[in-house]
Every structure is written in structure tokens, then in C-alpha cells.
């Protein structure tokens, strides 16, 4: 195991490696003077010259780029020009709202999408398997904008029950944090639900039908204990590697739902950040969304492996 975590941790680095690559030239070959993308043309030659230093352009681009990721290294992501202070401290802030929906929705998506997905696997063919399999697949193709939009219509212009955008704490306002709460984690569960719920039903089927929970059912075990001791450890392995891309998409690709109920979270902080073309804030987002990727790959390789020995290769 201890040679499987250091192989894996190996890849990440170079994966963090050809990623920061990317996203140091993709900023930096932007068209036009970067300076005057981020600050517009009506501003001084004093601080035109701040800023041409501060993004080290007067540097070669090899040099530019160790220099970012040394800094980047030590925790210095260099100071927004939207924000004015330090990247660092603006994803400080914003960063603990995503992560707070997101781990909220990968929680109650997770149980509940296994749950679905074992009741449709062992009731194969029969009315509920329909209408489990129906939700499943309808809500796999709806998108998170789209079902925002709705869920925006319905309960708050409509039905007026919740209100339309904010985010609060709960430690701060209980109540109104939950009002604030229900719709962005619906849209953001609702899609983790049904893709966990197909690929457990999927591998569910698959172990069902093995020789060794024939042989279960001949010794006359009773069908719970052959469904969630001997069949549901070997269905959930490839559900492992759903979960984890599960959540790593959520953290990094929630902006859709932060945006559409104006929650200060990270993907709102990405949005604003590429209107006003602020390099910077747009590398240090793009940069911790791929490092927190890149955190929760290891973590499902090492519990995937943990779970299957025969994947430490």
C-alpha cells in the first residue's frame, strides 16, 4: 500500500505540474495587453507600471512562470486587481461556502443514490425498478443551470417559499440558512442521486447474478444478508470512482448554481473573475480547483485500492 500511495502521489505532482503549465500560458497568451484587460485603458502610467511589475511581464516567460510557482509554492497567489488584496485571502473566504455545499450534497446524495440503486437492482423488471430507472435517467440530463432556473421560478417567484439568493450561516441565522440552503442543494444533489443510483443498480445486477450469491441463496441465507453483506461489497467498487469524481466535480464546477442564486462561493469568485479578467484570481481559482481534483483522485485510488487489493498495481 505504502508504494501504491507514493506511485500515486508521484502522478499528482506531475499532473499539477502539465496543469499549471496550462494555466500560466493559456493567461499569459491572452490577446492584448494584459495590464489594460484587467484595469481598463483610463488609468495612470504610475499605475500601469505597478501592475506590469506585479504580473512580472518586464521577465522572460520561463522566469514568469518558476516565479509564479515558487510563490505559488509558499502560498503567494498574488493580489486581485478586482478585489484588491490578496488572492489568497479572497479564496479564504469563498472557498469554505463551496466546500460547505458541496460536502452537504455529496453526504445525501451518496446514501440515498446507493439506496435507490440497490431497490431497482433487486426489484429488476418490476413497477418501482421502472420508476427508479425512469428518475434516474431523466435527472442525469438535466442540467444544474437549468434545474436553478426552474427551482428559482417555482418556489420563489411562484410559490414564493424561498427566497431567491444569499447564502448565511447556520451558526449566524438557523432558519434563514435553511431557506437559503434547499434549492442550491437540490440542484446540486438531484444529479449526484441519479449517477450514483444508475451505477450502483449497473453493479448490483453484475454481482447478483455470480456463482457465489447463487451459492448464498442455496445455504438459504436470508436475501437482506446476501444483498448488503455479500453482493453490496463488491457492487460499490466501481461506485468508489463515481463518488470521487462525484465530489471533485461539485467543488470545482458549481458555479452555475452559485451564480444563478448569487451564493459567494467559489464558482461565483471564478465568474466575476473572468469578466473583469482578473489573472491573478482566475490562476488561483483554476490552480485550487485542480490541487483539490487532484486531492480527492489519491483519496478514492487509496480507498478503492483498500476496498480491491487487486487494484495496487
Given at each position: 500500500m505504502g508504494r501504491f500511495i507514493l506511485k500515486r502521489i508521484g502522478q499528482t505532482i506531475i499532473v499539477l505540474f502539465i496543469v499549471s503549465v496550462f494555466i500560466f500560458l493559456l493567461v499569459s497568451f491572452l490577446p492584448g495587453d494584459p495590464?489594460?484587460?484587467?484595469?481598463?485603458?483610463?488609468?495612470?502610467?504610475?499605475?500601469?507600471?505597478?501592475?506590469?511589475?506585479?504580473?512580472?511581464?518586464?521577465?522572460?516567460?520561463?522566469?514568469?512562470?518558476l516565479s509564479w510557482v515558487a510563490n505559488a509554492i509558499r502560498g503567494n497567489l498574488g493580489t486581485s486587481a478586482s478585489q484588491h488584496k490578496a488572492v489568497v485571502d479572497v479564496l479564504a473566504e469563498r472557498v469554505p461556502i463551496t466546500i460547505y455545499f458541496s460536502l452537504l450534497s455529496f453526504f445525501i446524495s451518496i446514501p440515498i443514490g446507493i439506496l435507490f440503486g440497490i431497490i431497482s437492482a433487486v426489484n429488476r423488471g418490476k413497477k418501482i425498478d421502472s420508476i427508479l430507472t425512469t428518475f434516474a435517467n431523466v435527472c442525469c440530463c438535466l442540467p444544474q443551470f437549468f434545474l436553478s432556473v426552474l427551482f428559482l421560478y417555482l418556489f420563489s417567484m411562484q410559490l414564493h417559499w424561498l427566497p431567491s439568493f444569499g447564502f448565511v450561516w447556520p451558526w449566524e441565522d438557523l432558519k434563514q440558512s435553511l431557506l437559503q440552503t434547499i434549492m442550491p442543494l437540490l440542484c446540486l444533489t438531484i444529479g449526484g442521486i441519479a449517477s450514483i443510483c444508475r451505477q450502483t443498480r449497473s453493479s448490483m445486477l453484475e454481482v447478483i447474478g455470480q456463482d457465489y450469491i447463487r451459492t448464498a441463496r442455496s445455504k438459504g441465507l436470508a436475501q437482506n444478508r446476501i444483498v448488503f453483506i455479500h453482493a453490496m461489497k463488491n457492487a460499490l467498487i466501481p461506485v468508489i470512482t463515481l463518488m470521487g469524481l462525484r465530489l471533485g466535480g461539485l467543488i470545482g464546477g458549481s458555479m452555475f448554481v452559485e451564480s444563478v442564486f448569487n451564493i459567494p462561493g467559489m464558482g461565483t469568485l471564478l465568474v466575476m473573475a473572468i469578466n473583469a479578467q482578473d489573472i491573478p484570481l482566475i490562476q488561483g481559482c483554476v490552480l485550487l480547483i485542480a490541487v483539490v481534483a487532484c486531492v480527492v483522485n489519491i483519496i478514492t485510488d487509496i480507498v478503492y485500492a483498500a476496498v480491491d487489493p487487486r487494484k495496487q498495481m
Open positions: 495590464v489594460y484587460a484587467m484595469l481598463g485603458g483610463e488609468i495612470t502610467q504610475e499605475t500601469y507600471d505597478r501592475w506590469y511589475y506585479e504580473l512580472g511581464l518586464d521577465k522572460p516567460l520561463v522566469l514568469r512562470y
